[in-house]
T-cell receptor, first 114, second 115 residues
């Protein structure tokens, strides 16, 4: 299995739908992250979890709701999204949020909001 | 605050030619530097990283980068590119403070290798 797995790879949803993105890491890492990648823009950090505790929330609208039930799983719950939320959502993990190690990324979930 | 600049948004180059992708950063403290590659419809994959030690860092797929503290640069180079190197390349800088590690990514450079 790859180190960081994201499902679904592609998601199309209406503005009134509720859906969730799932991320699972098999690396034994303690920190997990959600990033948003939009066309023509740098990666935007959304959330950071360290040992299942949220340590950073970068002014993300409340229509995005993260959940980290354990150090291996991370979810991003989506509701009442806007078309401008269409993007590639990348999950990443690292050994520790306080360490100098690199991020390991999943392949991303491509979200389209109609 | 940290920032990362990648001056070239697109770099076309012929196969087997050398290439340099430029990265400059600004930071007030010691930094750690990374290059990531993103192939179409995939996530980011680490190419190489500089944490300390030798300023010339070798990575996967024949890439290398040189950390230049005085010029605050971390340019990526490859002496001879292949068609399969066509991808988006991201430079990133991280700092560790009391709250943890903060990554900032550059806007990316799209490398197109032409036959």
């Amino acid at each position: 299995e790859t180190g960081v797995t994201q499902t679904p790879r592609h998601l199309v949803m209406g503005m009134t739908n509720k859906k969730s993105l799932k991320c699972e890491q098999h690396l034994g890492h303690n920190a997990m992250y959600w990033y948003k990648q939009s066309a023509k823009k740098p990666l935007e950090l959304m959330f950071v979890y360290s040992l299942e505790e949220r340590v950073e929330n970068n002014s993300v609208p409340s229509r995005f709701s993260p959940e980290c039930p354990n150090s291996s799983h991370l979810f991003l719950h989506l509701h009442t999204l806007q078309p401008e939320d269409s993007a590639l959502y990348l999950c990443a993990s690292s050994q520790d949020a306080q360490d100098t190690g690199e991020l390991f990324f999943g392949e991303g979930s491509r979200l389209t909001v109609l | 605050a940290q920032s990362v600049t990648q001056l070239d948004s697109q770099v076309p180059v012929f196969e087997e030619a050398p290439v340099e992708l430029r990265c400059n950063y600004s930071s007030s403290v010691s930094v750690y530097l990374f290059w990531y590659v993103q192939y179409p419809n995939q996530g980011l994959q680490l190419l190489l990283k500089y944490l300390s030690g030798s300023t010339l860092v070798k990575g996967i797929n024949g890439f290398e980068a040189e950390f230049n503290k005085s010029q605050t640069s971390f340019h990526l180079r490859k002496p001879s590119v292949h068609i399969s190197d066509t991808a988006e390349y991201f430079c990133a800088v991280s700092e560790v403070d009391n709250y943890g590690q903060n990554f900032v990514f550059g806007p990316g450079t799209r490398l197109s290798v032409l036959p």
